[in-house]
């Protein structure tokens, strides 16, 4: 699934004043904090591993 698969959905029932430039400016804090988690969890693959490898052992 894509990003823009949502946003379009969104954009249909959006109010005519609104934009579609509002609304792809309202989701890059949101893609910007993915971004970051996925990076964090990349970098800490421990924070990923840690429920699995709690709930099956190791």
Do not use: C, H, K
Not at 22 to 40: E, H, K, N, Q, T
Not at 48 to 53: D, G, S, V, Y
């Amino acid at each position: 699934m894509t990003l823009f698969g949502p946003i379009s959905a969104e954009v249909r029932q959006a109010p005519p004043e609104i934009g579609l430039r509002d609304i792809y400016r309202s989701i890059v804090p949101f893609v910007g904090v993915m971004v970051i988690a996925l990076a964090i969890i990349m970098i800490f693959p421990q924070i990923a591993l840690w429920l699995p490898q709690t709930i099956y052992g190791n």
